[in-house]
Nanobody
Framework: VQLQASGGGLVQTGASLRLSCAVSGGRFSTYGMGWFRQAPGKEREFVAAISWNGDSAYYPESVKGRFTISRDNTENMAYLQMNDLKPEDTAVYYC???????????????WGQGTEVTVSS
């Protein structure tokens, strides 16, 4: 299973970005998908997760109401819509696949290479 994240960039505070994750191999429609981020000098942290059918989504308080995770099982794609971006959102963002949607990083089996998001103040 291979994951390819894209869509990062340099934006100003308050802007929006949509990250994409293309998944090949495996059975995408059976995986829980997640997004994590890692800022310089910090541990990788949970950002969002979505169930295999898109019916359930999970977020930490830090992004709830600003970020939305979604997926398209016909295209083997997962997305992270990020609105009202803040400088503290600056990080490398990773998509990942697990047997079920979870906040627990160690349960993710497959990882993309990361896409960098920089939010300037």
């Amino acid at each position: 299973v291979q994951l390819q994240a894209s869509g990062g960039g340099l934006v100003q505070t308050g802007a929006s970005l949509r990250l994409s994750c293309a998944v090949s191999g495996g059975r995408f429609s059976t995986y829980g998908m997640g997004w994590f981020r890692q800022a310089p000098g910090k541990e990788r942290e949970f950002v969002a997760a979505i169930s295999w059918n898109g019916d359930s989504a999970y977020y930490p308080e830090s992004v709830k109401g600003r970020f939305t995770i979604s997926r398209d099982n016909t295209e083997n794609m997962a997305y992270l819509q990020m609105n009202d971006l803040k400088p503290e959102d600056t990080a490398v963002y990773y998509c990942a696949a697990a047997l079920m949607p979870t906040r627990e990083i160690h349960r993710y089996l497959y990882w993309g290479q990361g896409t960098e998001v920089t939010v300037s103040s």
